[in-house]
């Protein structure tokens, strides 16, 4: 993973599914809370972590480059 801009695509997609998946959890009554939003949680986390490792990068190679 030595690429910052595909490290923030991935993280933008994954936040884009973070949203929609919880928008549809909480839209749609038969998913039981207990269930919806660890797995929102999860995936807000995959998101997170992906976008802060895509500034770590960006940072990193910054310095690598002066």
Known sequence: MRLPNLTLT???IALIVANVTQYFFTRNGTVPESIADPVSG???GIAIGTLLLSIVLR?????CAS
């Open 10 to 12: 991935l993280g933008c």
């Open 42 to 44: 999860f995936l807000f």
């Open 59 to 63: 940072k990193h190679r910054s310095r």
